[in-house]
């Protein structure tokens, strides 16, 4: 097993489920190159996002062989393809003769081979170069060596996970011990069998700031209160300070007493998930899988995020709307309940996060983090690992 990749809580900080006495310390944040620096952005998506298992993109959908779907990671572009086995595949978008991207969008209709538009050079679904047409010249294909390029690929919970450069750990080796110290145990995650679910809505976000800033604010909910009314009358307890990541190991937010339904009407249009059990009623959970993936389970939906980054101050943030493929296929059926809440919530964070970009412009930036906010710091740590030895000044 190698290094665990999960998020232990600060040793000191009781109420984020650490040992000790509570912490009571302003402790200080990140430095504004962490936000603002082009070289440590681009370390980032090499240390970071290029060698860990990234959330690609929704596959459960890819369902025939040839089926393809594009994928951004760590600022390249990726081509997953349902194989004839079943499984998949993934390679650089890339031709390998002048490397145009052989995929600006994913085909409506599943492909028998990946032919580039440019010379018509041609790839079976495994990537072996097949063809290359009008150039007899060429000794035999198989002998070139310019098959499509090898990238790393998992599926799990319905999504394709890509990790660009080749690394020693499974997909499953990064994500449970994430899961373990978010709920105590991988059973419950399981439960929502986020893997059958379908696609019910989707929005995708432009958010003008730094992806790390997305994580902390989703770490934390000492801004629940003063930024969250509809997000606290829905769930009281968030006006704590500390939510469903922050409060604790296998800690799940309750629904307040007359709320049915994590929703805007706060009323249920729709049973339960149907492998969820009684524990699992009226239970709001945060969770985070690094690098790239915040989700939301609750008892008739889950919310799954994928967050690209763009650049220091810009991220894109696809958020899925996941319910009972039967709920989906029926003529009625109307999320807008369920999203509105998470939509205006989302606008909401988004909204602060990009305040504090606009803040790390100032030469005066200088953010400290109050005790219902330490549960950063072992994100902090986390990103400083995996990108040790950094850029110079330390940004973290
Ligand atoms: S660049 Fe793809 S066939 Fe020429
Ligand atoms: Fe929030």
Same mark, same amino acid.
């Given at each position: 097993?190698?290094?665990?990749? +999960? /998020?232990?809580?600060?040793?000191?900080?009781?109420?984020?489920?650490? !040992?000790? %006495? $509570?912490?009571?310390? =302003?402790?200080? &944040?990140?430095?504004?190159?962490?936000?603002?620096?082009?070289?440590?952005?681009?370390?980032?998506?090499?240390?970071?996002?290029?060698?860990?298992?990234?959330?690609?993109?929704?596959?459960?959908?890819?369902?025939?062989?040839?089926?393809?779907?594009?994928?951004?990671?760590?600022?390249?572009?990726?081509?997953?393809?349902?194989?004839?086995?079943?499984?998949?595949?993934?390679?650089?978008?890339?031709?390998?003769?002048?490397?145009?991207?052989?995929?600006?969008?994913?085909?409506?209709?599943?492909?028998?081979?990946?032919?580039?538009?440019?010379?018509?050079?041609?790839? +079976? /679904?495994?990537?072996?170069?097949?063809?290359?047409?009008?150039?007899? !010249?060429? %000794? $035999?294909?198989?002998? =070139?060596?310019? &098959?499509?390029?090898?990238?790393?690929?998992?599926?799990?919970?319905?999504?394709?996970?890509?990790?660009?450069?080749?690394?020693?750990?499974?997909?499953?080796?990064?994500?449970?011990?994430?899961?373990?110290?978010?709920?105590?145990?991988?059973?419950?995650?399981?439960?929502?069998?986020?893997?059958?679910?379908?696609?019910?809505?989707?929005?995708?976000?432009?958010?003008?700031?730094?992806?790390?800033?997305?994580?902390?604010?989703?770490?934390?909910?000492?801004?629940?209160?003063?930024?969250?009314?509809?997000?606290?009358?829905?769930?009281?307890?968030?006006?704590?300070?500390?939510?469903?990541?922050?409060?604790?190991?296998?800690?799940?937010?309750?629904?307040? %007493?007359?709320?049915?339904?994590?929703?805007?009407?706060?009323?249920?249009?729709?049973?339960?998930?149907?492998?969820?059990?009684?524990?699992?009623?009226?239970?709001?959970?945060?969770?985070?899988?690094?690098?790239?993936?915040?989700?939301?389970?609750?008892?008739?939906?889950?919310?799954?995020?994928?967050?690209?980054?763009?650049?220091?101050?810009?991220?894109?943030?696809?958020?899925?709307?996941?319910?009972?493929?039967?709920?989906?296929?029926?003529?009625?059926?109307?999320?807008?309940?369920?999203?509105?809440?998470?939509?205006?919530?989302?606008?909401?964070?988004?909204?602060?996060?990009?305040?504090?970009?606009?803040?790390?412009?100032?030469?005066?930036?200088?953010?400290?983090?109050?005790?219902?906010?330490?549960?950063?710091?072992?994100?902090?740590?986390?990103?400083?690992?995996?990108?040790?030895?950094?850029?110079?000044?330390?940004?973290?």
């Amino acid at each position: 097993m190698a290094a665990p990749v +999960g /998020l232990p809580p600060p040793v000191g900080d009781r109420a984020a489920g650490g !040992e000790g %006495p $509570p912490a009571t310390q =302003l402790r200080p &944040g990140l430095r504004r190159e962490a936000y603002l620096d082009e070289g440590v952005f681009r370390h980032e998506l090499v240390s970071v996002f290029a060698r860990s298992w990234c959330c690609a993109a929704r596959s459960a959908h890819l369902a025939a062989p040839g089926s393809q779907l594009v994928a951004a990671v760590a600022g390249e572009s990726v081509l997953v393809v349902r194989q004839a086995d079943g499984g998949l595949r993934a390679f650089r978008n890339l031709c390998r003769h002048r490397g145009a991207r052989l995929c600006l969008e994913p085909s409506p209709q599943p492909a028998r081979v990946i032919r580039c538009p440019y010379h018509a050079w041609t790839y +079976g /679904l495994d990537g072996r170069l097949l063809a290359a047409p009008n150039a007899r !010249e060429l %000794p $035999p294909l198989e002998t =070139l060596d310019r &098959g499509l390029l090898d990238v790393e690929v998992e599926e799990w919970a319905g999504y394709a996970w890509v990790r660009l450069e080749a690394g020693t750990t499974s997909l499953a080796e990064e994500i449970e011990p994430q899961l373990l110290d978010r709920f105590g145990d991988p059973a419950t995650f399981d439960r929502y069998g986020i893997e059958r679910l379908a696609v019910g809505h989707e929005i995708t976000y432009d958010v003008a700031a730094n992806w790390k800033s997305i994580v902390e604010n989703f770490m934390e909910c000492y801004h629940c209160a003063p930024l969250h009314p509809e997000l606290t009358a829905a769930i009281p307890e968030f006006r704590s300070g500390y939510g469903s990541v922050s409060g604790g190991v296998g800690r799940g937010a309750r629904l307040g %007493p007359d709320v049915e339904a994590f929703s805007a009407s706060h009323r249920a249009s729709r049973p339960r998930l149907r492998t969820l059990n009684d524990t699992d009623d009226r239970l709001f959970y945060g969770v985070i899988l690094l690098p790239n993936v915040l989700a939301v389970l609750v008892p008739d939906h889950v919310a799954f995020f994928r967050i690209e980054p763009l650049g220091p101050g810009r991220s894109k943030v696809r958020v899925e709307w996941l319910f009972e493929p039967e709920a989906v296929a029926d003529p009625a059926f109307d999320p807008s309940e369920a999203v509105s809440l998470l939509d205006t919530t989302n606008l909401q964070d988004f909204s602060a996060c990009e305040r504090c970009q606009l803040g790390a412009a100032s030469t005066a930036f200088d953010p400290v983090l109050v005790p219902a906010e330490h549960v950063m710091e072992t994100f902090h740590g986390w990103v400083a690992t995996r990108c040790s030895p950094g850029p110079a000044p330390g940004p973290y």
